[in-house]
Structure formats: structure tokens, C-alpha cells
């Protein structure tokens, strides 16, 4: 009897062992395989923060353009220096150089119309007198069509290049007004991205609220209120680039460019002294990538060339001349659009 129970008690305990290893099994499995779910899931979740945050940086970087494009015209600077004009022709100077060129071939072809003129006469009496009376229904149509060619051909279009000394001084304030409309077709779309953003919702929508003030202040067309109001836009763009960009040549490029825009804000006051005080703010902040060795090589001309526009910008102050300023703004600010 013991026999028998000893051998009882051996197959619970290898049935019980097999229990209990199998349970250890499924758990370890289930370990393992809640374990890949958690990587998989943590890996989807970063990248889709990612292409987030790389769409909030595109659009970011959009608004920033359009704003320091709205600076510019208060100035009417414009990054391609040059523009296509319309011009007239006087009569006298578009027939007067067909007449030079003609007169010498009308000598060589007089003595050979000479000769020819009976033989042409002839033919061109039988012609004339068959023609006449399709010519006659043509004229009324025809001449419509040669006023609009000869008023095309009286008109000649110039590329003419355009700067600083040579531009129009007038606000093309109606050109202004679309680029500030174009901005809220976009804007709700940018607004929905920045909220799933680490920035706070209420700098989002006071954001918005100065992007209605600058609208009225421009369609107002005031110059120095719309350049006040574009410094006030412009700090929330540096603020809103700052919490969700790594990048710190990005970043400190876009805060050197805050304090030019600043400096640039003021030259009507004519506050040379705030001026200086911005552009030497400028210039410390960007010294700031002088000393990132992390920075490659390929960085390292432009940091250095754009280090010393920065300086030129700052020496132009003391002569107190605002062309002067404003053409080496124009360098400055499109050399800082390669960041």
C-alpha cells in the first residue's frame, strides 16, 4: 500500500511540477509579448510626436517668413532686387531707327523698282480691282485689331534692378493687405498643430489676437503702429519656435533676427540709441555659436561671415544714416534666411 501511494504521490507531483512550468510559460510569454507591444507602441507614439513637431516647425518657420516679409515692405525691400516695369515708346524713337536701317536699302532697291514698276503696275491693276471688294469687308475688322498691335508695339517691358537709394519710398500698402489676408487661410490649421504642442493654449490664442491687431493697424496703414505690432507677432513666433525646436542654430538664429527686427522697428523714431542697444543684443546672442564646438565646418562660414555683418550693421548706427542701415539690413536678414 505505501508502494502504491508513494507512487500516487510521485505522478502528483510531476503532474504538478508540469503545472507549474507551464504556467511559468504562458507568463513568461505573456511578459515577452506585452514587452515588444510596449516597444512597438512607444516607437509609434515618437515618431508620430515627431512628424508633429517637424510639421509645427514647418509651419512656424512659414509664419515667420510672412512676418518678416510684411517688415520689409514698410520699407519697400525686396529680396530680388528687381521688378518688371511698363514703358511707352514715343513714335519719333521707335520709327527712328527703322527709318536708318531702311534708308540704305531703299538707295540699293531704287534703280531695281524702276524696272520693274511697269511690269508691276500691269499686274497689280488686274489684281487691285478683284481685290477691292474683299479688302473693303476686311477693313472694319481689321482695324480694331491694329489699334490694340500698334498700342502693344508703342510698349517695351523693362527688368530694371531696384536697392535701397533707388526704390519707391511709398507703401504698397494694398500689396500688404493680401499678405496679411493670405495668413488666415492657414492659420486655424497651424492653430490645431500648436495645440498639440507643449505650448501653453492660451499663448496660442493671444497669439491669434495679435495677428487681428496688426491686421487693423496695416489696415489702417500706419507705418510705425504696423512695425510695433509686427515686433509684438514676431516675439511669440521666437517664443513658440523656442519650446519646439532643438536646433540651436535655428533657435539662436531666429533670436538674433528678433533683435535686428526690433532695431529696425525703430528707425523713424529715430531712437539711435535704443537701436544700438538691440543690435548689440543681437550680436551677443549670436555669439553664442562662436563658441559651439558641436557645430560642423560647413557652419562655421556662414557663423563667421554672419557674425560680421552683424558688426558692419552696428558701425553703421554711429553715422545715424538710415539707407545705410537698411542696406546692410537687407544683406543681413537674407544671409540669417539660410538658417
Known amino acids: 500500500m505505501e508502494n502504491v501511494h508513494n507512487k500516487c504521490g510521485g505522478i502528483n507531483l510531476k503532474k504538478s511540477n508540469k503545472i507549474i512550468y507551464s504556467i511559468f510559460i504562458v507568463f513568461g510569454i505573456f511578459i515577452i509579448g506585452a514587452s515588444l507591444y510596449y516597444v512597438i507602441a512607444n516607437n509609434e507614439n515618437k515618431n508620430k510626436n515627431n512628424d508633429i513637431k517637424e510639421k509645427v516647425i514647418s509651419e512656424i518657420s512659414y509664419l515667420e517668413e510672412k512676418t518678416v516679409n510684411i517688415f520689409n515692405k514698410m520699407n519697400q525691400i525686396e529680396y530680388d532686387n528687381y521688378k518688371i516695369s511698363v514703358e511707352n515708346i514715343e513714335e519719333g524713337q521707335s520709327s527712328g531707327a527703322s527709318e536708318d536701317t531702311n534708308d540704305e536699302n531703299n538707295q540699293q532697291s531704287t534703280s531695281e523698282s524702276s524696272s520693274n514698276s511697269e511690269q508691276s503696275n500691269q499686274e497689280l491693276s488686274g489684281e487691285q480691282n478683284q481685290n477691292n471688294s474683299q479688302a473693303s469687308g476686311e477693313n472694319s475688322s481689321s482695324n480694331s485689331k491694329q489699334n490694340t498691335d500698334e498700342q502693344e508695339n508703342n510698349q517695351k517691358y523693362v527688368l530694371q534692378r531696384t536697392g535701397v537709394l533707388t526704390e519707391e519710398k511709398n507703401i504698397d500698402w494694398n500689396t500688404t493687405k493680401i499678405e496679411i489676408e493670405s495668413l488666415y487661410t492657414s492659420l486655424p490649421t497651424i492653430t490645431l498643430d500648436l495645440y498639440n504642442t507643449n505650448i501653453d493654449q492660451n499663448e496660442i490664442l493671444s497669439f491669434n489676437s495679435e495677428i487681428d491687431i496688426l491686421t487693423e493697424k496695416i489696415k489702417s496703414e500706419s507705418k510705425q503702429d504696423t512695425l510695433t505690432q509686427l515686433v509684438n507677432v514676431y516675439d511669440f513666433i521666437v517664443k513658440f519656435m523656442k519650446q519646439v525646436n532643438d536646433d540651436e542654430l535655428e533657435v539662436v538664429g531666429i533670436e538674433t533676427k528678433q533683435n535686428i527686427l526690433k532695431a529696425y522697428s525703430k528707425l523713424d523714431t529715430d ?33 563667421n561671415k554672419t557674425y560680421i555683418m552683424l558688426n558692419e550693421l552696428k558701425n553703421s548706427i554711429e553715422k545715424q544714416d538710415k539707407e545705410i542701415f537698411l542696406i546692410k539690413y537687407e544683406e543681413l536678414v537674407e544671409e540669417l534666411r539660410k538658417v
Open 271 to 303: 531712437d539711435w540709441n535704443s537701436i544700438n542697444q538691440d543690435i548689440q543684443t543681437a550680436i551677443e546672442i549670436f555669439s553664442k555659436l562662436m563658441t559651439n564646438k558641436d557645430l560642423n565646418n560647413d557652419n562655421q562660414y556662414f557663423i
